[in-house]
């Protein structure tokens, strides 16, 4: 049963990708009504459970469930959080559930689990030199960003980048943009993690099985592979599996996780003289609750500013 719900499960993980992808609704549903014959025999055994298959944005019928279930998860993660469970990062000098940041110092020192702040001496206002230019097409950006913005628009979309990667040896590294979503929930094409935003990561889709990330801060989810010393955990679409069982069993909290399409990256080369002068990024090491954490209300400060603050120093000052 476990071995046939986990095959449904990278299935629906193989078709979120080739819907992001743009391969047409209809080959979609069909890639549907093959799983669901795959396994028709798991589904007569369990009649109360709805198949762990993809289901389409427009299945109207099933708006209140999925309200009813965000709700449980919610009231799950804060009693979750109330009695201490789940700690992820260095909890014994730090605390659990404790934002801290600080300056990486020397730059070159950078390692995965890393944060890389974007300058805004290069990614605001009008720049025609190679620095700038090279920093907001790694993002994404056809441009720096407008200096007439507001400020709360222009800290709202300076890059904030967590390193899933660093080659020294190279110079070469990849990361995942945490502060720019695509406008659709994982639930909008899986049966699990519903509630979960899905965020644009960054430009690059090179590689189709890493085209969907996830970072999160559970050991236990098979396939995963540790940020450093961040206390989170980086993964691809194959380990959706795994990380679904966790959640299902009660172990681990849905809200735990961010998923990412595409990436940001840097070739041979090229991610240290962007750390130099004139420097596209203020590297930062933080907590992990700062960066599983939400920034979306109106209240609330955009993540940039809140590690400039926490860090202190120089980039407080920016």
Request: hydrophobic fraction near 40%; include cysteine.
């Amino acid at each position: 049963m476990a071995s046939q719900r986990a095959r449904l499960v990278q299935r629906s993980a193989a078709l979120l990708v080739l819907l992001l992808l743009g391969v047409g609704q209809k080959s979609c549903v069909q890639f549907i009504e093959y799983s669901l014959q795959y396994c028709g025999s798991t589904a007569k055994h369990q009649p109360h459970r709805a198949p762990n298959v993809l289901r389409l944005a427009s299945d109207a019928d099933s708006d209140s469930a999925i309200e009813d279930n965000t709700n449980v998860e919610l009231f799950r993660q804060s009693l979750i959080q109330g009695w201490g469970a789940g700690e992820v990062g260095d909890s014994t000098s730090r605390g659990a559930f404790t934002d801290w940041a600080e300056l990486v110092d020397p730059a070159e020192s950078i390692a995965a689990g890393d944060v890389l702040l974007g300058n805004p001496a290069l990614f605001i206002g009008a720049h025609n030199d190679t620095a700038s230019i090279a920093a907001t097409r790694r993002v994404g950006l056809s441009r720096p960003l407008p200096s007439f913005w507001t400020q709360r628009e222009i800290l709202r979309v300076l890059p904030v980048v967590l390193l899933t990667k660093v080659d020294k040896a190279s110079g070469a590294a990849n990361g995942l943009l945490l502060t720019r979503r695509t406008g659709q929930l994982m639930g909008d094409f899986v049966n699990y993690f519903f509630s979960r935003p899905l965020m644009l990561g960054g430009p690059i889709t090179k590689d189709a099985d890493d085209l969907l990330a996830m970072v999160h801060p559970y050991p236990q989810v098979a396939g995963s592979q540790p940020l450093e010393d961040s206390g989170l955990y980086f993964g691809n679409s194959s380990c959706l599996a795994s990380a679904a069982d966790w959640v299902e069993e009660g172990e681990g909290s849905s809200l735990r996780f961010k998923f990412f399409l595409s990436s940001v990256q840097w070739g041979p080369g090229e991610v240290f003289p962007e750390l130099a002068q004139p420097r596209a990024w203020i590297p930062v090491r933080c907590s992990p609750d700062l960066i599983l954490s939400e920034s979306d209300s109106l209240d609330d400060k955009p993540l940039w500013v809140k590690m400039a603050e926490l860090a202190g120093g120089e980039i407080e000052e920016l």
